[in-house]
């Protein structure tokens, strides 16, 4: 059965269907239209998933220092607590933030961009959660797990032709970029590739992951696989 890699994409998403060696890019409107793609074993997103109520998430601890030592610490940030998603107003989220948290902490802007998307996987998701929903980080996917492993940033030449070197040896990356939908960017279509490399890893049963194993008031795990 085919798994689906799924990432960030102006304010939609870029999904890849992996089966096998098989890859297909796909754009996908909204969430629910992540969780309607027919026949995925898994679904592996880079989105936060288990939010925190009152502070860092031990899981983009762990992530960003397995990362840092890799050149790519800082596409690790501490995900927004979950008083956060009740607003779209920076100042306000800030505010809910600080009052949440023991020593007060603040999203970064970076971090807050990201709201109207976590809000909208936490909100079709639906409880109890599924297990088949997971939180991947392509980073860590890239950087860690694959070989061989990526050393520079997805935006330059070098990075990019790592990339694709560590897709073709799973995946056939070439194909899928070739029939990609109009105006994906590279970077998230292999992003979404490396997420669909989680995802096969998660439903075969081999994947790693980060986290303390708690669980957020929706019972959703607070962890980053790949």
């Known amino acids: 059965m085919a798994v689906l890699g799924v990432d960030g994409w102006r304010g939609a ?7 096998g060696r098989s890859v297909r890019l796909v ?34 601890v762990e992530a960003r220092h397995r990362l840092s030592g890799l050149g790519a610490g800082s596409s690790v940030f501490p995900t927004p607590v979950r008083a956060v998603l009740a607003t779209d ?21 970076q971090a807050f961009q990201l709201v109207k998307a976590i809000r909208s996987l936490d909100d079709v998701l639906g409880d109890p959660p599924t297990d088949r929903v997971v939180e991947v980080h392509p980073e860590l996917a890239f950087r860690v797990g694959m070989e061989p492993a990526v050393q520079d940033p997805k935006g330059t030449a070098r990075g990019m032709a790592q990339r694709l070197a560590a897709l073709r040896r799973v995946m056939d990356v070439d194909a899928a970029l070739l029939d990609a939908p109009p105006r994906v960017p590279a970077v998230d279509a292999l992003d979404a590739c490396a997420a669909a490399w989680s995802a ?14 708690r669980r957020d008031a929706r019972s959703r795990p607070m962890r980053i696989c790949w």
């Open 13 to 19: 998403w870029v999904g890849a269907l992996l089966e």
């Open 27 to 60: 754009a996908l409107l909204d969430a629910a239209a992540v969780l309607a793609v027919p026949d995925v074993e898994v679904v592996g997103i880079d989105m936060p998933i288990g939010l925190s109520d009152d502070g860092v998430r031990t899981c983009d």
């Open 89 to 109: 107003d920076y100042a306000e989220a800030r505010a809910l933030s600080r009052a949440a948290t023991d020593p007060p902490r603040a999203p970064s802007a």
């Open 200 to 213: 096969r890893r998660i439903a075969d049963g081999t994947a790693q992951c980060v986290g303390d194993g």
